[in-house]
């Protein structure tokens, strides 16, 4: 009898009453699966994290502590000792920022930059779209200023909010890593949910900034662009950028890298591997180790409703600054470009350009925006990865 007492108090059930929160906890992962599952919503991260949240609150487990991660060390002696969980090992890939590189590799070998390189205007659209990453900043650390520290955040927790306005996904966790590894949960789960509601958000803010008749502006047909441009161009940009913000360069250099595996033609297998098995791979990794982080503990607090309504502001004032240098440009070109473009801008790859063509052919049905939409869309990538750096380079530990 007494060891069916000690069996039953070695249960998780037994020790759910330790901390009734993960039951919350629990309820906000199934929240997170149905959006997955059911609404497809970025299913491919938010049921991987959705899980993570759920193991790493499941009492008496212990795959995750967050203590072996404390500051800017890991705690070796536990991992050789044997003491770290599961999700423990997979999140030193998140730690040492490992992931979200691999994925920018991904990234790179399925992206064609040459919508971009046939108009390089749209790379200044891509530029103003990071605004909200500056905006989201200035606004997050002002409240953290004019209270005293009773609202708001730090300014490296700032910088690591405001990385949720580029719509990027993989460089919002890997700022978060560096700079307010705390809050790296909400930052990711607000940046997916976010990506995920592009369709929704953009369209009001685009109708909003532009009239009838600057959406109803048709662009010519890009030029094409040879072979020997999209192979220096990726060498060429790696250089360039990690020259000017060495701190993007791992970022940057990944995905580059990549892209320059698509565009060589040579390496094919190395292209689909990275395209496919290795993406899916870590992809599954990175969204287990980022849900792993949310415990209740750091989840359920009044800092995570602040993050998710900073980040919708972050979002929309991105989504807003390439419109509105589409439409600033529009007065000095002879050449007039639709703004709607310019809210591609923010790096959700291709969804945003969609949405440009979507909301283009609603005020002309004969009008095809799509390619010139995805100029300013991969711009978006390599700006956001670029922000990433200066905010590093900032306010890195």
């Given amino acids: 009898m007494g060891s069916v007492v000690d069996f039953l108090h070695k249960t998780g059930f037994y020790h759910i009453g330790d901390d009734w929160r993960c039951l919350i906890m629990f309820a906000i992962g199934a929240v997170l699966l149905y959006l997955g599952i059911k609404r497809k919503f970025e299913p491919l991260l938010l049921v991987p994290i959705a899980i993570g949240m759920i193991l790493t609150n499941l009492p008496g487990v212990g795959m995750f502590h967050s203590e072996l991660f404390a500051g800017d060390h890991i705690d070796w002696a536990a991992f050789a000792a044997g003491e770290a969980g599961l999700l423990d090992l997979l999140y030193i890939g998140v730690k040492l920022g490992i992931y979200p590189c691999l994925i920018f590799i991904g990234v790179g070998a399925m992206t064609d930059f040459s919508p971009m390189i046939a108009n390089p205007r749209s790379m200044l659209l891509g530029a103003a779209a990071q605004l909200g990453i500056f905006i989201t900043y200035a606004a997050a650390n002002g409240m953290y200023k004019l209270t005293d520290g009773v609202i708001g955040f730090t300014a490296a927790q700032s910088g690591a909010i405001g990385a949720i306005g580029g719509a990027d996904g993989p460089t919002a966790i890997y700022t978060a890593t560096k700079l307010a590894p705390e809050l790296l949960g909400p930052i990711a789960i607000a940046a997916y949910c976010y990506m995920a509601l592009v369709p929704f958000i953009q369209p009001p803010i685009m109708k909003l900034l532009t009239t009838k008749k600057e959406r109803q502006i048709e662009m010519k047909q890009l030029r094409y662009v040879s072979k020997t441009e999209r192979l220096v161009f990726p060498v060429v940009m790696m250089i360039l950028v990690s020259l000017i913000v060495p701190t993007a360069a791992p970022l940057v250099g990944c995905l580059m890298f990549g892209n320059l595996l698509r565009e060589c033609g040579v390496v094919e297998r190395l292209s689909k591997t990275v395209q496919n098995e290795m993406m899916n791979m870590v992809t599954v ?21 602040l993050i998710l309504g900073i980040g919708i502001i972050a979002f929309s004032f991105g989504t807003a600054g390439g419109v509105l240098l589409a439409k600033f440009m529009n007065l000095f070109t002879k050449n007039k470009i639709n703004p709607l473009i310019g809210s591609a801008g923010v790096s959700a790859v291709p969804m945003a350009a969609r949405v440009s063509q979507k909301v283009g052919q609603e005020a002309h049905p004969g009008n ?30």
């Fill in 285 to 305: 990794f990175l969204g287990l180790s980022v849900g792993a982080t949310a415990t209740a503990a750091n989840f359920l607090s009044v800092k995570t409703l």
């Fill in 368 to 397: 095809f925006l799509l390619m010139h939409a995805m100029g300013p869309n991969v711009s978006g990538v390599i700006g956001s990865a670029i922000a990433a750096g200066v905010l590093l380079s900032l306010f890195a530990r």
